[in-house]
């Protein structure tokens, strides 16, 4: 490839990133916390932010009612055909087609998807404003949007005997490093750009790895490393400078506890966390992420192999320490602290160490996946398309279509989906994640500071032990 072309798929790749992990994921995250200490705190929700609309205009929205209910039932029938005229084209190629013509077919299908699930939108929001009495609240989602723009216009205090610079640099590096440690996570398998809406040729029948092709090949990754998940840990392991800088520049004793303790629970655990994935080291044979993901889709996904079982569940008890979600917030802890490192922060600086927050819990939530269930890989799919278990075919009633355990599908499609079964398993993990967060009560600083060093980093240590005694004697 170009110059040019390899920094504009760099570009797109670092967009795509930023879209959904800041752009997505964040306010999600935000959204559903604000839900679940509603519900659990009995308080008010997300659902209830927004703001009225006047009674003329609900009457105006009333009317609607009939004429959006069948546009929508239109759309959902739209959405159907368009999706199920999508995946045809994708199973079976252009060229099978006709060439041209069908990639003619297939721009008028995604404009009718786009225009079908516009309508849905639309009867979707109307229904929303209707049965909330003309109150414009969106499911919820306006409430993030809320605390953006409170957080962006809130007055920015700063002690006045603080150190102004570190006080400003604090937020910037915790959310900084969380971010950077996205380029090495390969999202899906390699996209072959002159291949793109072909069906891929294989090395041999059921094969995960895909001829080698001439033409340009893009990694679905901003950086391919040597030593990927090695520059994760040297990369995160800074994030915990921004909160231990934080509680030294605030000039607040409070403030300068919850750094200390962060500083001291962060380093512990770090040292927890790194030996919890060596098994993942010797098992795969290697450092790079994408070869990480490639050996589970030819194999057998990491969880499913007992050192890795075990390697999975010290890595996420570690990975929730680290992240300082309860109930591991000892650095935060209010009852204790008032707000610990984040005392003394106010408007836009505390929304970004929030979002630097969320985002960990995004980066090591994509981590697990990668590490522990296979990343990108779908069960029985292959470069080429599904390899379904069993030898059968049959065919469609009154059609000559022939459905087989083998079905080809276009590398486009291919991408796409190793792309979405990666969001996939991102989003599982961060429910997880918010299940245990209020679920579970907040533990005393001993009590952590003895589960890292008295339990996780022993056991991860015999894990690894026990590890290579496997590989041994069962190569």
Known sequence: MSTGAILLASALKILFIVLVVVGAFAPLL??????????????????????????DVVKGFDALRLPLLGGSLFAGLLIAVSFAGLFVM??????????????????????????GLLLRAG????????????????????????????????????????DKLLHALAPVITLIPALVSFAVIPFADVLYLD????????????????????????PMQVASLNVGILFIFAVAGTGVIGAAIGGYASDNKFSLMGGMRAASQMVSYEVALGLTIVPCFMMYDSLRLEDMALWQAQNAWGIFLPP????????????????????????????????????????????????????????????????????WDVPWLYANGFDLPGTWAFTV????????????????????????????????????????RWSLPRFRYDQIMSLCWKGLLPIALVNILLTGIL?????
């Open 30 to 55: 935000v959204w559903v916390d604000r839900r679940q200490s509603a519900m659990i705190q009995d308080r008010v929700g997300p659902h209830r932010a927004g703001f009225t609309l006047p009674k």
């Open 90 to 115: 994708g199973f079976a190629g252009f060229e099978d087609l006709g060439g041209a013509t069908a990639k003619d077919l297939y721009r008028f299908a995604l404009a009718m998807l786009v225009f």
């Open 123 to 162: 009867y979707a929001v109307h229904s929303n404003i209707v049965e909330a009495g003309g109150k414009i609240t969106l499911f919820g989602v306006l409430h993030p949007a809320a605390d953006a723009m409170k957080m962006i216009w809130k007055e920015d205090f700063v002690p006045a005997r603080a």
């Open 195 to 218: 291949y793109w809406d072909q069906v891929l040729p294989v090395a041999a029948e059921g094969a995960a790895e895909a001829v080698a092709l001439v033409g340009d090949a893009v």
């Open 308 to 375: 890795l079982t075990l390697a999975f569940l010290l890595y996420f008890t570690a990975a929730t320490a680290e992240t300082k979600r309860v109930p591991f917030d000892l650095p935060e802890g209010e009852s204790e602290l008032v707000g610990g490192y984040l005392t003394e922060y106010s408007g836009l600086k505390f929304g970004i160490f929030f979002t630097g927050e969320y985002v960990e819990m995004v980066a090591f939530s994509a981590l697990a996946a990668v590490l522990f269930f296979g990343g």
């Open 397 to 436: 009633p009154l059609t000559d279509w022939v459905v087989s355990d083998k079905i080809a599908v276009t590398h486009w499609v291919v991408i796409a989906l190793q792309v979405g079964s990666t969001l996939f398993k991102i989003i599982a993990f961060l429910f997880l994640q918010m299940m245990i």
């Open 471 to 475: 590989i041994l004697l069962f190569d």
